[in-house]
């Protein structure tokens, strides 16, 4: 069988950085440590203000497809997946392939286009569709470029401000891919929900903490899920494990949860139960409510033995690198995630050809997704040339002032000069409603 999977990434981080602990903490009379080490945040990207979903996802997808040697005659399909969409009727793949053609060779004519939307599920949604499209033979021995991107901004004073972030994540999905193969199992967890929602406005309206309950409880269903087609998992089946990142602090809670979920019925729940002195087995309480609070009381345990402090130090924390210094990308979030883990292995020369990652994707509203990926022979080439560090660099830190009066601009409410921050180097701009977006 052809392996299908992901054959180049990059991305394009919004180009201004807001200093969570030292610029937006003091500003809102909140201890800087509620972002170092209760959300897990250093710093979040921003959107300058000539930076929107179209010109952030072009300028992601033009780095790949200089980066490959590609032109639009490579390209079969175009799908954007993206919870900031400003149009009901025209596809943001559109937009960015009108930015692409002005600087290729021939067109995208050819190409069919779309845009996915299940909050920040849609990215993986999309490359799902792309492998089925290769899979279902109608690729014509092209590749399709899907491009997750987002401009994850809250109203002024909601708690999600916390959370924000911006930028884009290219991917190329093809037959025989450089970095990863995708499985064909998956598993989900969907239900209707109204934790987090847009209808028809600028910021989305969220209750927070349930958004957090949403989250784990359909992970959970998808990772049972995804067993029934797998077979049970183990934590050391898999050399890393990608979240959704909203924020570090979701995924600290995600981990220990899949880890309990995993290690049930094993050797190693047997040691643990021993060591924390409980073993929670439904039949043994009164109450499902009893059985729930002993499973958290359990947890809380766990999370503080070496085994699995050793295991999230190895599998978890490396795929927040970035996320910590980017904040919520949303529909790209996950795919920084995996970035970071490829990244980490790079760094720490852990080979991991023909290794597995198991990928947790999630969108409000609310579905998970999760799925094993196998990384391939030659992937080390294809990661170290992606560029990230420097990107994170250039961005210009903005004050408290300059972030207030970037929020508004990005709510229509204000105006400003657009060489005021970092000015664009070579790259699509906004340049106005119903005008096509320039390079500059
Ligand atoms: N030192 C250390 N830790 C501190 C602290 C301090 N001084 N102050 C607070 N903390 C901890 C808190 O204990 C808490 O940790 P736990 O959850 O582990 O208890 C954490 O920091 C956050 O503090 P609060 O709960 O007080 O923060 P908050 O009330 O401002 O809300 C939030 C946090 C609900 C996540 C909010 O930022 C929010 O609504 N974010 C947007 C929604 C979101 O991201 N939801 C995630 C799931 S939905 C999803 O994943 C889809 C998506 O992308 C949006």
């Not at 200093?19 to 003091?26: G, Q, Y």
């Not at 909601?158 to 190329?172: H, S």
């Not at 909203?246 to 643990?272: I, S």
Request: glycine content about 8%; some cysteine; overall charge negative.
């Amino acid at each position: 069988m052809t392996a299908v999977g992901i054959d180049a990434i990059e991305i394009w981080t919004g180009k201004l950085r807001l200093d969570l602990p030292n610029t937006f903490a003091p500003a809102m009379g909140e201890d800087p440590e509620k972002y170092t080490k209760g959300l897990g945040l250093e710093s979040s990207s921003f959107p300058d203000v000539y930076e929107d979903i179209v010109t952030m996802g072009a300028n992601a997808a033009k780095r790949l497809m200089d980066r490959k040697g590609l032109t639009p005659d490579d390209i079969g399909r175009i799908d954007v997946a993206t919870e900031s969409a400003f149009d009901n009727s025209k596809p943001v793949s559109t937009y960015i392939a009108g930015c692409l053609e002005q600087v290729y060779d021939g067109d995208f004519h050819h190409a069919n286009k779309g845009e996915r939307k299940f909050a920040c599920l849609a990215g993986t949604q999309s490359i799902d569709d792309a492998y089925n499209w290769i899979k279902a033979g109608r690729n014509r021995g092209l590749g399709a470029l899907v491009i997750a991107t987002d401009t994850a901004l809250y109203e002024r004073g909601d708690p999600g401000e916390a959370t924000q972030g911006a930028g884009a994540v290219a991917m190329l999905i093809t037959e025989n891919p450089s970095i990863v193969e995708l499985s064909t199992e998956q598993g989900y967890g969907s239900a209707d929900e109204t934790d987090f929602l847009k209808p028809n406005q600028q910021f989305p309206s969220v209750d927070g903490k349930r958004s957090v309950q949403v989250y784990l409880a359909r992970m959970r269903e998808a990772l049972e899920d995804y067993e029934s087609v797998s077979g049970d998992t183990h934590p050391d089946d898999f050399e890393y494990i990608p979240f959704h990142t909203p924020f570090p602090g979701m995924v600290r809670k995600a981990a220990v949860l899949g880890y309990r979920h995993m290690t049930r019925d094993t050797d190693v729940e047997e040691e643990l139960a021993e060591e924390i002195g409980m073993q929670p087995r439904e039949e043994a309480y009164d109450t499902r409510e009893d059985y729930e609070e002993a499973i958290r009381a359990y947890m809380d345990e766990l999370k503080e033995t070496d085994h699995y402090r050793e295991w999230y130090g190895r599998t978890i924390e490396p795929t927040l690198e970035i996320s910590r210094n980017v904040g919520n990308w949303y529909t790209g979030s996950v795919h920084i995630a995996r970035l970071a883990a490829l990244r980490d292995a790079l760094e720490s020369g852990h080979d991991l050809t023909g290794k597995r990652l198991l990928v947790g994707s999630y969108g409000s509203g609310a579905q998970a997704e999760i799925h094993a990926e196998t990384v391939v022979e030659g992937w080390e080439e294809h990661v170290e040339n992606i560029e990230v560090d420097d990107q994170l660099a250039r961005r210009y830190d903005i004050s408290y002032d300059e972030y207030e009066l970037v929020h508004d601009v990005h709510n229509h409410e204000k105006e400003t000069d657009v060489d005021r921050f970092s000015p664009p180097e070579s790259e699509f701009v906004f340049t106005g409603w119903g005008r096509m977006n320039e390079r500059r």
